[in-house]
């Protein structure tokens, strides 16, 4: 668990997308931001206020989070003037970058002398069991995708927010990067070993009320040949009640596969819920989540109405207009 | 690549099921041993030559593979004489065992002073790619399960062993430490990082002649919840081009999940074959393979007879009645 609040780090950002991560915490997680830190020459701003250290501190920060990609796979020395200088204060540091906190012997002694953490969220720090697949309490909808970064995270966010402002029980339950550094906490699935992936995702959704929901963040296709095993753990160690169907209707091939046509909406429906089925036979597909980022308004809305049609299933895009229907289709379950 | 000859420590073996890698190294490979080599109560004998490690040097054996299970999951004092001899006298020493010969600092002391490897099989020892699933030159063979432990490893090694003497091109692919220890190398897939899974399989089944077949071994089961996505990425990694059904019939419910029947081997084939398909169209199921360990010949001989007529397939169990239907299968495709 990564303590909260946060301040979050741009360094140098070059331009605002090098500060995705920093972005995703401000729109999913604005609580947990009290400002931001920016060093020369960066082009990013959240629109938070600028702090120092010291101001950071006297707000209530507990955590340094680098919100930007490094350039080059180097942690830079001007970066690790403001991070060692964060350990000495107090703070922790927080990271998704690749190339580890822990690989850089200063950050490492400075953590030490001063008793700070050192999260690097792209390794896992449990030791996760093999999965049982004994039926857990409280329900769990999980959004698979005809292809990988159709907008998965964020329909589960969405969902999130939705349910929460409701006064629904909702958990948005992490399994990347960027999602673990938004909730603070979850299971960066992709770097899990492979006989533990199902298990660790067991560990992450636990137990819970009858009508909590545990919207957990889904990762790859099982369309996908790179990832489609994480897919599968996913589906299986997460026993969901509820499958959304997630696809962008521009993408030409599947992510980083030439070769690969996407499936269709159906054939991802009819391959998702049998196996889906295994785990929980209760699992209904209620939904579908269609990323329009790349269409006009109109075209939007037109094309949601022809898969709600074809589908018999709502349809929303619920970063655009809302995620109202998904929510009401797992409140009628 | 484990350098072979072997010679097979035995150790204190409490029984002959304790020393089952060595048994499998002997029962497939006995090309690959010199010998064996048993302490004092070792109660498992391969039939092989009892020699001590100067006899199986002269023999021209390369690496002592440690052929048993050990007790308690600590290397006990009696087999680390034995063992910091073998690097001494110019051996390198492989092993399957959860507690790694690396972890010992006197074996590893030893390797690096006499200039040896530890071969650890059940840690990868590669940087696997992620998966690109472009088309490969070659043909391959996977067979897939109702269940884990249905006898997927045997499937391939006695389908292997029965095309070497026919002539045929083939090469069992290991993805489980027995297997690897069997053959000398391959991927220990269950040890394997998510996101390299299938480039793992693709890493271990590269291009090859147009007639010449990778017999991959399989893992657990797309309808086992703890391991499904070690299967996926089989399927997807390996892209086969014919898909083999496992099965064992007396089993009651899925091996450590006590309330997961197994599938039919009907649902077997309508769920892996679409899967398989995304990443190879032209595969086919071609044959079942049936582990009929628990039933007398004539039950087990009509239970093959009504599959066959059930499933419109060959069905053999390979071990007991060989492999040559499944072989025929291949060979006409």
Same mark, same amino acid.
């Given at each position: 668990m990564i303590e909260t609040p946060y301040l979050l780090f741009l360094g140098d950002a070059p331009d605002p997308l090098a500060a995705k991560v920093a972005q995703g915490i401000r729109d999913w997680r604005p609580d947990n931001c009290v400002g931001q830190l920016r060093l020369p020459g960066c082009n990013a701003d959240?629109?938070? &206020?600028?702090? &120092?250290?010291?101001?950071?501190?006297?707000? #209530?920060?507990?955590?340094?989070?680098?919100?930007?990609?490094?350039?080059?796979?180097? !942690?830079s020395q001007s970066w690790k003037r403001v991070l060692v200088e964060a350990l000495e204060q107090g703070?922790?540091?927080? /990271?998704?970058?690749?190339?580890?906190?822990?690989? +850089?012997?200063?950050?490492?002694?400075?953590?030490?002398?001063?008793?700070r953490t050192l999260h690097d969220v792209r390794v896992p720090s449990v030791a996760y069991p093999i999965a049982n697949? !004994?039926?857990?309490?409280?329900?769990?909808?999980?959004?698979?995708?005809?292809?990988?970064?159709?907008?998965?995270?964020? &329909?589960?966010? $969405?969902? *999130?927010? +939705?349910?929460? +402002?409701?006064?629904?029980?909702?958990?948005?339950?992490?399994?990347? @990067?960027?999602?673990?550094l938004i909730t603070g906490?979850?299971?960066?699935?992709?770097?899990?070993?492979?006989?533990?992936?199902?298990? /660790?995702? +067991?560990?992450? &959704?636990?137990d819970n009320d009858p009508d909590h929901w545990d919207l957990i963040?889904? @990762? #790859?296709?099982?369309?996908?040949?790179?990832? /489609?095993?994480?897919?599968l753990a996913?589906?299986?160690?997460g026993q969901p009640d509820a499958l959304i169907l997630s696809h962008e209707p521009t993408r030409t091939h599947m992510r980083?596969? =030439?070769?690969?046509?996407?499936? /269709?909406?159906?054939?991802l429906r *009819?391959?998702?819920?049998?196996?889906?089925?295994?785990?929980? =036979?209760? $699992? @209904?597909?209620?939904?579908?989540?269609?990323?329009?980022?790349?269409?006009p308004e109109a075209e939007a809305r037109a094309y949601l109405a022809e898969v709600e049609q074809r589908m018999g299933l709502p349809a929303t895009d619920p970063f655009r207009f809302g995620a109202g229907k998904l929510v009401d289709a797992l409140a009628s379950l």
């Open positions: 959240m629109g938070l &206020t600028d702090m &120092t250290l010291d101001e950071a501190r006297a707000a #209530g920060a507990r955590t340094v989070v680098i919100g930007v990609a490094n350039r080059g796979g180097v !942690i703070f922790d540091l927080a /990271s998704g970058l690749h190339n580890l906190l822990r690989d +850089e012997a200063d950050l490492r002694a400075a953590a030490a002398a001063h008793g697949g !004994i039926k857990r309490a409280g329900k769990r909808c999980l959004a698979v995708g005809t292809d990988c970064s159709v907008g998965k995270m964020y &329909t589960a966010l $969405c969902m *999130d927010r +939705e349910m929460r +402002e409701r006064g629904m029980k909702a958990t948005f339950r992490a399994t990347g @990067q960027t999602g673990i906490n979850g299971v960066p699935l992709d770097a899990v070993i492979a006989d533990f992936m199902a298990g /660790s995702v +067991e560990w992450l &959704t636990p963040e889904g @990762q #790859g296709s099982l369309f996908h040949v790179s990832f /489609s095993g994480v897919t996913l589906i299986h160690g980083g596969l =030439p070769g690969y046509a996407l499936p /269709s909406l159906e054939a *009819d391959t998702a819920l049998p196996l889906a089925r295994v785990a929980n =036979p209760e $699992c @209904q597909v209620v939904g579908c989540s269609i990323n329009t980022k790349s269409m």
